[in-house]
């Protein structure tokens, strides 16, 4: 499509050709997508952060994670600073395919490389954790929220505990629980 249309003489700018994928990602078409864009970049038109805000999360969900990382590193290559989100798109690609360790590793990575997970990203971390079974673990992400300075919300506590207690961890619900409390006194 971008072939046909610089044969024709004009080639999008950036902005009118992140809104045509965009459009594209939300029928379905990402496949078709992912070939513009390369398409579009042998062209001669470069992508901008808007471009991979678009389509690392169209790809992760539709659980082409090998592209959502290949996209992101091109993205980093190219010089921008990935927002946590898209960090959070992959992320939870990799939950929904089975992929935990490979989540929990990629989610470590993200805070060595410099980009800090923020509220939002944790709480996404805890609720894919919790709905795959790994309530331990999204015990764990809580208290790191906690230790970075972040203040869960209510629910994602009322999650893992409720979790925790269901498959016999009524200790570690119960700390859970008891950090909740201490938690609100504080605010």
């Known amino acids: 499509m971008v072939r046909r249309m610089s044969k024709e003489g004009?080639?999008?700018?950036?902005?009118?050709?992140?809104?045509?994928?965009?459009?594209?990602?939300?029928?379905?078409e990402i496949d078709f997508c992912v070939e513009m864009l390369k398409e579009a970049g042998e062209l001669g038109l470069c992508p901008d952060i808007s471009t991979y805000k678009v389509m690392i999360p169209a790809v992760s969900r539709a659980g082409k994670i090998d592209e959502a990382f290949?996209?992101?590193?091109?993205?980093?290559e190219e010089g921008h600073r990935p927002f946590p989100s898209l960090y959070a798109a992959i992320i939870k690609g990799l939950c929904k395919?089975?992929?935990?360790?490979?989540?929990?590793?990629?989610?470590?990575?993200?805070?060595?490389?410099?980009?800090?997970?923020?509220?939002?990203?944790?709480?996404?971390?805890v609720k894919m954790c919790v709905r795959g079974g790994k309530y331990v673990e999204a015990a764990n992400y809580l208290v790191e929220m906690t230790e970075v300075g972040m203040v869960p919300r209510g629910q994602s506590f009322d999650m893992v505990v409720e979790g925790l207690k269901h498959c016999g961890k009524h200790d570690l619900a119960r700390r859970m629980d008891q950090m909740e409390v201490s938690l609100r006194r504080e605010c």
Do not use: I, W
């Open 97 to 125: 395919a089975g992929r935990f360790a490979d989540a929990f590793s990629f989610f470590g990575d993200m805070q060595v490389k410099g980009h800090p997970p923020n509220r939002p990203v944790y709480t996404m971390m």
């Open 10 to 28: 004009f080639l999008p700018d950036v902005d009118t050709f992140n809104s045509l994928l965009e459009a594209l990602c939300k029928s379905g």
């Open 70 to 76: 290949r996209l992101l590193y091109c993205a980093m």
